[in-house]
Nanobody
Framework: QVQLVESGGGLVQAGGSLRLVCAAS????????MSWFRQAPGKEREFVAA????????SYSEAVKGRFTISRDNAKNMVYLQMSSLKPEDTAVYYC???????????WGQGTQVTVSS
């Protein structure tokens, strides 16, 4: 089973940028669809972005489309979430996930906090 560790979270002002990084273990990393989810205080976890193992097909939530970009480096077992034009409503714990798809998740990371100040 793949293990995931996120990093790159922090405090940023509105309009700023952050890049989240997810490091994965395991030799089958390239076969997984990798996703990012987030959970704000008092809210349910929600989908942010996903990228298939082949690196071709991406999907984004409407809330982040045009501002966030998901990418991966299969040689390094890494997946990234570049976040730009950040808004206070982007404040949440961000989780990396590996699975068959964004709806079928095998493993979750521990999460990294992103706080956007106004």
């Amino acid at each position: 089973q793949v293990q995931l560790v996120e990093s790159g979270g922090g405090l940023v002002q509105a309009g700023g940028s952050l890049r989240l990084v997810c490091a994965a273990s395991g030799r089958t990393f390239s076969t997984y669809t990798m996703s990012w989810f987030r959970q704000a205080p008092g809210k349910e976890r929600e989908f942010v972005a996903a990228l298939k193992g082949s690196g071709g097909s991406t999907s984004y939530s409407e809330a982040v489309k045009g501002r966030f970009t998901i990418s991966r480096d299969n040689a390094k077992n890494m997946v990234y979430l570049q976040m730009s034009s950040l808004k206070p409503e982007d404040t949440a714990v961000y989780y990396c996930a590996a699975g068959y798809s964004a709806n079928i998740i095998y493993s979750w990371g521990q999460g990294t906090q992103v706080t956007v100040s106004s």
